[in-house]
């Protein structure tokens, strides 16, 4: 059982991780977990929840931001007392919610949320076979079976790709 915020965001992670197609990056001061964009392309990515370690008057806890939608927002910022409206610019309209974990109780409802987050966001179309489209030879037409047609965003999906972040808090805490 998780005794400390470490702990907390270790156990958050691993249920993250074990939805498919998740994936994080370090931003913003903390950890943003996202998924890629229909296509399966990491260069343009949906923000799934961000993360941050923090500590008020009561203590050390894990924050995390995430977005249900706003029916199911509104009722669980009145269910649950550690959960309230984002204060980050207008994401609280939008169904935007903060949540102050701070144990295992709080940690296992908050995985509940995550999986309605996380079933309310468009995911990568599987492969698919498809016959190969014809590729224009003529100069003045761009092919169009191209995925992403900025060299700096194929360049980002190629970076991370082959991104992994380190699995301890330690590693995190150097980056």
């Known amino acids: 059982m998780p005794t400390n915020t470490g702990q907390l965001l270790e156990h958050m992670e691993s249920y993250l991780f074990s939805l498919e197609h998740v994936f994080a990056t370090i931003q913003w001061g903390g950890k943003a977990y996202k998924l890629p964009d229909a296509k399966g392309k990491k260069s343009k990515p949906k923000l799934f929840i961000f993360s941050t370690l923090d500590k008020d008057d009561q203590g050390e806890y894990l924050h995390a931001e995430f977005k249900?939608?706003?029916?199911?927002?509104?009722?669980?910022?009145e269910k649950y007392?550690?959960?309230?409206?984002?204060t980050f610019g207008t994401w609280a309209k939008n169904g935007w919610c903060s949540?102050?974990?701070?144990?295992?109780?709080?940690?296992?409802?908050?995985?509940?949320?995550?999986?309605i987050?996380?079933?309310?966001l468009p995911k990568p179309i599987s492969e698919q076979k498809t016959s190969p489209s014809k590729v224009s030879r003529s100069k003045s037409k761009k092919a169009t079976n191209t995925d992403i047609s900025s060299p700096i965003a194929r360049k980002i999906d190629r970076v991370m790709e082959n991104i992994t972040l380190p699995d301890d808090d330690e590693a995190f805490d150097s980056l």
């Open 68 to 77: 249900l939608p706003l029916e199911q927002a509104n009722n669980a910022v």
């Open 81 to 86: 007392d550690w959960l309230g409206f984002s």
């Open 99 to 115: 949540a102050r974990v701070r144990n295992k109780r709080q940690l296992n409802a908050l995985h509940k949320l995550f999986a």
């Open 117 to 120: 987050t996380y079933e309310s």
